[in-house]
C-alpha cells in the first residue's frame, strides 16, 4: 500500500519549486520555474492522489534550506531523509554518491560510475540523474559530462537551469582560473644598476 503524500510550493530566487512528502521523508521536489502554472500542473499530474496542505516543521525547515542554497549559502542538503521506497536500487546508489558532492564541486558520470565500481556505466548514472526525484536534494546539477562539459540535464530551462545553480554555488565547470582567483606574480627582471 502506498503511503499518503502532502504536496506545497514555496517561492525561491530563482522561481517556485515543488515539494512532495510521506511520514517516511521527502518523496520528490521541483526544480524551480518561472512559470508557476505550468509547474503547479506538471506537480499534480506526477502526485495525482497528493493533497495540497501547509508543510509540517520538518519539511517547512528542508523549504527554508532549499531557499538558502539557492540564494548562494552553502548547505549540502545530505542528511535530508527521502521517502525512496519508489526508487530502483541503482538509482538509490547513484543517488547516494551525488548526495556527496558539496556545494560548488562538481564531478563526472564516469566518476560516479567508477565509484560504483565499473567506469562503463556513466550512462546508467545519467539516466538514473535524469530520473532523479529529488533534484536540488539530490544534486544531479553538480554531475557534469567528461571534461567539464555540462551534459544533459532534463529540467524545465534545460541545461541553462543547471548553469545558474552551479552559478550561485560558484561552481567551476572547467579549469580556466576565475576572474577572482590570484594567479602566480612573476618577478620582473632586475635592471642593472
Request: glycine share 6%; charged share 25%; net charge positive.
Given at each position: 500500500m502506498k503511503k499518503p503524500l502532502s504536496y506545497s510550493f514555496f517561492q525561491t530566487a530563482i522561481g517556485t519549486c515543488?515539494?512532495?512528502?510521506?511520514?517516511d521523508g521527502i518523496a520528490g521536489v521541483s526544480l524551480p520555474e518561472d512559470e508557476e502554472d505550468r509547474l503547479r500542473s506538471r506537480f499534480i499530474a506526477r502526485y495525482p492522489k497528493a493533497k495540497e496542505?501547509?508543510?509540517p516543521p520538518g519539511v517547512a525547515r528542508t523549504i527554508e534550506r532549499i531557499?538558502?542554497?539557492?540564494?548562494g549559502e552553502s548547505d549540502d542538503l545530505s542528511?535530508?531523509?527521502?521517502?525512496e521506497a519508489a526508487v530502483p536500487?541503482?538509482?538509490k546508489r547513484v543517488y547516494d554518491v551525488a548526495r556527496?558532492?558539496?556545494?560548488?564541486?562538481?564531478?563526472?558520470y564516469g566518476e560516479i560510475?567508477?565509484?560504483?565500481?565499473?567506469?562503463?556505466?556513466?550512462?546508467?548514472?545519467?539516466?538514473?540523474?535524469g530520473r532523479n526525484p529529488f533534484p536540488i536534494i539530490v544534486p544531479c546539477h553538480r554531475v557534469l559530462a567528461a571534461n567539464g562539459k555540462t551534459g544533459g540535464f532534463s529540467a524545465t530551462g534545460g541545461v541553462q537551469?543547471?548553469?545558474?545553480?552551479?552559478?550561485?554555488?560558484?561552481?567551476?565547470?572547467?579549469?580556466?582560473?576565475?576572474?577572482?582567483?590570484?594567479?602566480?606574480?612573476?618577478?620582473?627582471?632586475?635592471?642593472?644598476h
Open positions: 515543488g515539494i512532495a512528502w510521506s511520514a496542505c501547509a508543510p531557499q538558502a542554497l539557492l540564494r542528511d535530508i531523509l527521502l521517502d536500487g541503482f538509482n556527496r558532492i558539496s556545494p560548488g564541486a562538481t564531478r563526472t560510475a567508477r565509484e560504483l565500481g565499473d567506469p562503463l556505466l556513466a550512462r546508467e548514472v545519467g539516466r538514473a540523474l537551469t543547471k548553469f545558474r545553480m552551479l552559478a550561485i554555488e560558484r561552481a567551476r565547470i572547467d579549469n580556466a582560473p576565475s576572474l577572482f582567483e590570484e594567479l602566480p606574480l612573476v618577478a620582473a627582471p632586475r635592471r642593472p
